[in-house]
């Protein structure tokens, strides 16, 4: 079945560091491939997408490359603000069970706070 | 603006009582979802349905049934709540192949005790 992997946090970092957050992920067919955000008490928040082979989604300075050759689709921000804090979620969409609709498989979670 | 609606942030219900978690979106979406969110275990399906009137369970729909009778609408029911319901609700919803993604409600914290 679908799966994602993603980079065990939390991941600590000091304003206007680099950001990397690596997503892999196993997945049949063509999926679109997603990075949510999460913020404390919050529900989960579309950051960028993208839908084929070497698309690039970008929002808010945060960029990811869908990558097939290497099933890969990794954040990445040139420079962290403090209101970057939060929780990041790859994620796919892909044929559910039995083919009956799309459905949405999530990675674990990448926990990131930037220290001012 | 894409909207989900989730009735409550906060509820907090007895063992044993039916609870209803209501879920509204207004982008005509078919496809709706339910998750619970728990700390380490990251997202985990409850149910889903892709039409009116049809459900398919997700990766945990033990204790919980669903109920779709507009497009618009999505119940999360539990039959009769036990403490180990205790959790973060989500519901989501996305148009029929999920390109586009899946728009999520700001959830509900549910505390059973």
């Known amino acids: 079945g679908n799966s994602v992997t993603q980079m065990e946090g939390p991941v600590t970092l000091s304003e206007e560091a680099f950001l990397t957050i690596n997503c892999t992920y196993t997945a049949t067919g063509y999926p679109s491939l997603f990075w949510y955000v999460q913020y404390p008490g919050e529900g989960l928040q579309l950051l960028l997408k993208a839908t084929k082979a070497d698309d690039k989604g970008s929002n808010k300075g945060f960029e990811a490359t869908y990558r097939k050759e290497t099933t890969s689709f990794h954040l990445e921000k040139g420079s962290v603000q403090v209101s970057d804090s939060a929780v990041y979620f790859c994620?796919?969409?892909?044929?559910?069970?039995?083919?009956?609709?799309?459905?949405?498989?999530f990675g674990p979670g990448t926990r990131l706070s930037v220290l001012p | 603006d894409v909207k989900v609606t989730q009735s409550s942030r906060y509820l907090v219900k007895r063992t044993g009582e039916k609870v209803f978690l209501e879920c509204v979106q207004d982008m005509d979406h078919e496809n709706m979802f339910w998750y619970r969110q728990d700390p380490g275990l990251g997202l985990r399906l409850i149910y889903f349905s892709y039409d009116v009137k049809m459900k398919e369970k997700g990766d945990i729909p033990e204790g919980y049934s669903v109920s779709r009778e507009k497009k618009e609408r999505f119940s999360l029911i539990l039959e009769s709540a036990s403490t180990n319901q205790t959790s973060m609700y989500l519901c989501?919803?996305?148009?029929?192949?999920?390109?586009?993604?899946?728009?999520f409600g700001q959830g509900t914290r549910l505390t059973v005790v």
């Open positions: 989501a919803s996305s148009f029929m192949t999920g390109v586009v993604g899946a728009f």
């Open positions: 994620a796919l969409s892909g044929p559910a069970r039995d083919n009956y609709g799309q459905n949405f498989v």
